[in-house]
């Protein structure tokens, strides 16, 4: 197999700033991973929860050997917004994840990575990302794999990522549905969201379980895990693998993660430990195989598991 890095992207959620710290404090000691996206992605309102501890962090992380690398908001609609992401843009000393496309307006040419959040679908729009700064792109994760090969195979030079773990973002609105299930309003939210640290699951009118709402964010109910299809994900070009943190023990999923990429494990034993790891998650990989996203695709008889 090609040489393949392992990405940790930013946590989606409302962590309180302690429990923030530790979760990187773990990632820093335990987890084999090599690069780190840190930021707030998807709320400008919670910024303040991280920022007291984000210097120790990012030392720590470097010390352990870790790349860093800061998210910007995925969906700017205030001024003070925009100003949040010009002040990262034009103040930080470390690589800036594009999470919107007026971002890459901002950053002029800057070298920066793209981050599964842009819509980008074909290998022309890689191309012209890359020349205009774009160092590594992840790709969204509704792609399936025909779209992932073809696009591999348009823009060979350009590092491309994929999602392999974690609920998958589908939408981000100006209004918080969050707040609005809880009686609040955006403006007085009082961080409702933080009360789920793996977000808001909500249901069908029978009862099915459909979406998870995060803030102003709307996620997948089911977790993403892509491990039999990890190979042919190698073999079309793909060389670096998303893992998306969830509230588990994400430096044991980076493990089995980067165990199953080395072939020191195979991705039946893999699953089955991620499920102990992870036991509350419905797992999915129906986008990879074209289907539904919810849907689960066993890929052979022999490694037909469902975790």
């Known amino acids: 197999m090609s040489m393949t890095e392992l990405t940790l992207g930013p946590v989606y959620y409302l962590w309180d700033g302690p429990k923030w710290r530790d979760f990187y404090y773990q990632i820093a000691d335990e987890a084999p991973v090599d690069h780190i996206i840190l930021g707030e992605t998807v709320c400008s309102k919670r910024q303040h929860f991280i920022e007291p501890y984000l210097a120790d962090v990012v030392e720590r992380l470097e010390r352990a050997g870790k790349s860093v690398a800061f998210s910007s908001l995925a969906l700017i609609t205030l001024e003070r917004e925009s100003r949040i992401v010009k002040e990262l843009i034009e103040t930080s000393d470390y690589p800036i994840e594009v999470n919107d496309l007026s971002a890459i307006g901002l950053i002029k040419g800057r070298r920066h990575l793209v981050g599964p959040l842009v819509n980008v679908y074909n290998g022309p729009t890689v191309r012209l990302l890359a020349q205009r700064g774009a160092d590594r792109i992840c790709l969204p994760p509704e792609l399936p794999f025909s779209s992932i090969a073809r696009i591999a195979a348009d823009a060979p030079d350009v590092a491309l990522e994929v999602m392999v773990f974690g609920r998958m973002p589908l939408a981000i609105s100006a209004r918080c549905a969050h707040a609005r299930s809880k009686g609040r309003i955006k403006d007085n939210c009082q961080f409702v969201c933080g009360e789920e640290p793996d977000g808001l699951s909500i249901k069908t009118l029978d009862r099915q379980s459909f979406l998870v709402l995060n803030g102003v964010q709307t996620m997948s109910h089911t977790c993403q895990l892509l491990l039999s299809e990890l190979k042919e994900l190698q073999e ?15 430096a044991r999923i980076a493990v089995i993660f980067q165990e199953t990429l080395s072939g020191s494990m195979e991705p039946q034993e893999a699953a089955e430990l991620i499920g102990h790891t992870y036991p509350t998650a419905k797992f999915s990989n129906g986008f990879h195989h074209a289907q539904e996203g919810a849907a689960w695709v066993s890929r052979a008889k022999n490694n037909a598991h469902a975790p």
């Not at 079309?236 to 994400?250: E, I, K, N, W």
């Open 236 to 250: 079309a070009g793909v060389t670096g693998f998303r893992l998306s943190p969830q509230d588990c023990d994400m």
